[in-house]
């Protein structure tokens, strides 16, 4: 990763937080013109690659056995978030192998409170 590229999807990065849809895709606008007044738009994929992987990082893949209440998932999340931090996003996944329970997957950690992962 080139240095410049780092340090343009750090900024992104920080300036896309807390912002809606609308302003990130601006913020998104404003940097891709930067980069073509400035002749670096070259950077652009790399930039992209770190910015994705900086969210990716973030993400946690719940997944269930079966679908079930949202206020039943918000508990769930919100306990992961004590667990693992606060600046993870969900992804909700069904897989009725699991049998009952969750498991919670991110890139460091698995939380599994699966009726089959208690079984194993």
Same mark, same amino acid.
């Given at each position: 990763m080139n240095n410049q590229s780092y340090i343009f999807a =750090? @900024? !992104?990065i920080a300036v !896309? #937080? +807390?912002k809606d849809l609308e302003e990130q895709k601006q913020m998104i606008k404003n940097l891709v013109g930067l980069l073509k007044? #400035? +002749?670096k738009?070259?950077?652009l994929g790399q930039i992209q690659k770190e910015v994705e992987k900086h969210f990716k990082k973030d /993400?946690?893949?719940l997944t269930f056995s079966r679908e079930i209440d949202i206020k039943a998932i918000d508990g769930v #999340? /919100? =306990?992961i978030k004590d667990i693992l931090g606060k600046e993870k996003t969900f992804k909700i996944k069904i897989d009725k192998d699991i049998v009952? +329970?969750?498991t919670a997957k991110d890139n460091n950690y698995l939380i599994? @409170?699966?009726i089959k992962g208690l079984l194993k």
């Open positions: =750090k @900024a !992104l !896309l #937080k +807390g007044e #400035k +002749g738009i070259h950077l /993400e946690v893949v #999340k /919100e =306990k009952a +329970g969750f599994d @409170a699966s």
